[in-house]
């Protein structure tokens, strides 16, 4: 016994160790049901390897007191994730595409861009309005929203409704409006309610005539050393054709904005956005609100 157990033992440690990837993500639940989902996709697909999820917090998590427009950050839900892959902390990070400017730091890329989900902005109601539309909401209604390209695009659209700066993560936001008489509406990402499971919380889908939806919005981006091929060759397969093809129509749209001196390096602080349909694999439509 004694015997084969030191044989066991000694076996064990000369076995190769499998491999760690280590996957950076903010500490938000929607950033993490994201990044989740990123992982169950990988460990299907390189069963050989181990993947350990890192959570932290951004800049854009911690400042919640003023208005992403008026903060003047560049890479505020990313900068510290960088940071991490800079420094070899991690291998990879999961974004939401939107965060993502479309500049980034030396040594970085954009290893996959995933299947998008819904990309269109979505009103989610207070509960005593609930059947309402934007459009029939009671004059000097308050409407919730984090971004300055959904208030602007929606105050020209529905003049008689006020807009109002909310933050926090998804949860926060929801809670602020259940349980707070201040707002009749918040404006979310319809992409995030349905990773979270509340389907039933969309009231109202916008469409691009009413407002243009993010660059980016609805898909996830990972972001690696430019250098790591081999992380570079891991991540790869997670490449969606059609969003990969959408998004850099949107993304160069944006970076070309950034080129002509307009701080423009994410779509939170610039109400410059783009739209990109394909509806066949020969051409490229696209429309573009400036």
């Not at 951004?58 to 003023?66: A, E, F, M, S, V």
């Not at 390209?149 to 929801?174: D, M, V, Y």
Request: proline share 4%; charged share 25%; aromatic share 6%.
């Amino acid at each position: 016994m004694s015997g084969n157990g030191n044989a066991a033992a000694t076996a064990e440690e000369n076995s190769p160790k499998m491999r760690v990837i280590r996957v950076g993500t903010r500490k938000s639940q929607l950033a993490r049901i994201q990044t989740d989902s990123v992982v169950a996709t990988l460990k299907a697909l390189y069963p050989g390897l181990q993947f350990e999820i890192i959570a932290m917090s951004t800049t854009g998590d911690k400042i919640l007191d003023t208005a992403l427009s008026k903060i003047g950050e560049k890479s505020l839900f990313t900068k510290e994730l960088e940071h991490a892959l800079e420094r070899n902390e991690v291998d990879l990070v999961v974004h939401s595409l939107k965060d993502l400017p479309t500049v980034l730091p030396p040594g970085f890329t954009i290893g996959a861009i995933c299947k998008r989900e819904n990309p269109h902005d979505a009103v989610v109601f207070h509960p005593k309005f609930v059947g309402k539309t934007l459009e029939t909401l009671p004059e000097k209604s308050v409407v919730g929203t984090s971004s300055l390209r959904r208030a602007a695009q929606l105050q020209r659209k529905f003049p008689h409704l006020e807009f109002r700066s909310i933050r926090g993560n998804l949860n926060t936001r929801l809670r602020k409006l259940d349980e707070q008489q201040e707002f009749s509406a918040i404006i979310l990402a319809t992409a995030g309610l349905q990773r979270m499971g509340w389907h039933n919380r969309v009231g109202q889908i916008l469409h691009p005539e009413e407002c243009m939806y993010a660059v980016g919005q609805g898909a996830l981006g990972v972001e690696v050393r430019a250098k790591d091929q081999d992380i570079l060759d891991l991540v790869g397969v997670l490449h969606d054709p059609e969003t990969l093809l959408r998004c850099i129509a949107e993304r160069a749209f944006l970076r070309h904005l950034v080129g002509r001196r307009l701080q423009c390096a994410s779509s939170c602080a610039y109400s410059y956005e783009g739209w990109a349909t394909v509806p066949d694999w020969r051409s490229l439509e696209s429309r573009w609100l400036r």
